[in-house]
Nanobody, 121 residues
Framework: QVQLVESGGGLVQAGGSLRLSCAAS????????MGWFRRAPGKEREFVAA???????YYSDSVKGRFTISRDNAKNTVYLQMTILKPEDTAAYYC???????????????WGQGTQVTVSS
């Protein structure tokens, strides 16, 4: 059973930064695409960023230039560095793991429990 455990969420002022981490319990982590999604209260889940097995990255327009996704295959971990945070970034953030080619689609096989990010104005 694959488990994804997110950490790093919290309360931050607008303009601040946070780094989210997601550790995966799968031995062949480097073979998989990883994604970050978020869901704000009363809204649908939306794509934030993804990194392919080959480290190609994808970003939503709303976070491009402010967020950076990266992965450390030796640690089975994917990161989301978030800077210049805005109140509209407030949401529960979820990491996801999927087969090669999943990229920015929602067709990931495994999802974490989520970590809350709250940005105060």
């Amino acid at each position: 059973q694959v488990q994804l455990v997110e950490s790093g969420g919290g309360l931050v002022q607008a303009g601040g930064s946070l780094r989210l981490s997601c550790a995966a319990s799968i031995p062949t982590f480097s073979n998989y695409d990883m994604g970050w999604f978020r869901r704000a209260p009363g809204k649908e889940r939306e794509f934030v960023a993804a990194i392919s097995w080959s480290s190609r990255t994808y970003y939503s327009d709303s976070v491009k230039g402010r967020f950076t996704i990266s992965r450390d295959n030796a640690k089975n971990t994917v990161y989301l560095q978030m800077t210049i945070l805005k109140p509209e970034d407030t949401a529960a953030y979820y990491c996801a793991l999927g087969p090669r080619g999943t990229y920015y689609t929602p067709e990931y096989d495994y999802w974490g429990q989520g970590t809350q990010v709250t940005v105060s104005s």
